[in-house]
């Protein structure tokens, strides 16, 4: 093989791993914009319901809803809820004298998916719905004496 053969060779070598290499980073880019897209993607309240998670005080302090969980991520329509289990209107609920645990158990209000096959079961991972007084200030993005609760609750 001559030198002229082998340098040549060597530059083919050379460029093609430039273009594997450029096509590489162009696809990391495109993936990483597409990720930052979806990132950025409004949510949509017409399509998933409220944003804002619903905090309820009655009975007891700070048992969250979002629905951003239930719609968007987990795919219910509005009907498996609304309005059989719960109304349209935050805070509706913690006026009735049944929204308690016991209703849940039986398969009231949340009990009626979170009955340990649909979702996970109301007797279980407690802090998953009652996230506290702190969890509350967290998710209204103040302190817990901003809350105006023990921190203990
Ligand atoms: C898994 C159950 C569930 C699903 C599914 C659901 N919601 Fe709700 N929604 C609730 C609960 C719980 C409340 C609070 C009711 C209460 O406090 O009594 C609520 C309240 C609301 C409110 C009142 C908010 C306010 O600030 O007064 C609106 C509006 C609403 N939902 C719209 C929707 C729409 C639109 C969909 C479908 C995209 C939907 N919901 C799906 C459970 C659900
Ligand atoms: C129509 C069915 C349905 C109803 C009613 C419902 N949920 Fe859910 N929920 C689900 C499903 C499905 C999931 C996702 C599966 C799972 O986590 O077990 C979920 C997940 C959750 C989670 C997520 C926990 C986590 O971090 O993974 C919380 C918290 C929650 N639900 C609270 C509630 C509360 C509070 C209520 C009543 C106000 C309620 N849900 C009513 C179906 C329901
Ligand atoms: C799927 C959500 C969910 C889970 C899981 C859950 N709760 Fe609740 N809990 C509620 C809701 C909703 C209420 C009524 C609203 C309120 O009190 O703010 C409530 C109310 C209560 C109350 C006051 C009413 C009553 O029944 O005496 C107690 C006490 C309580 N929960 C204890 C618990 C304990 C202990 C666990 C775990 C073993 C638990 N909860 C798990 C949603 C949940």
Redesign the pocket.
């Known amino acids: 093989m001559s030198d002229v053969d082998s340098r040549e060779k060597k530059n083919m070598k050379k460029s093609m791993f430039a273009v594997v290499l450029g096509v590489l980073l162009l696809s990391g880019a495109w993936l990483m914009a597409a990720e930052e897209k979806k990132a950025a993607e409004p949510y949509d309240e017409d399509t998933y319901g409220p944003e804002a998670p619903i905090i ?6 700070s ?1 969250v809803f979002d629905h951003k969980i239930h719609t968007q991520a987990n795919e219910l329509s509005c009907d498996s809820c609304h309005d059989d289990l719960f109304t349209m209107e935050a805070g509706a609920a ?1 006026e009735k004298d049944d ?4 209703t ?1 158990y039986n398969g009231g ?2 009990g009626a998916c ?1 009955d340990g096959s649909t979702a996970f079961a ?5 802090t ?3 996230i506290g007084v702190r969890g509350k200030a967290r998710l209204e993005g103040g302190t817990a004496a901003a809350a105006g609760g023990h921190a203990k609750e």
């Open positions: 309820w005080d009655k009975p007891v302090k048992v913690q929204f308690t645990m016991e849940l209000y949340c979170h109301s007797n279980k991972r407690c998953a719905c009652h």
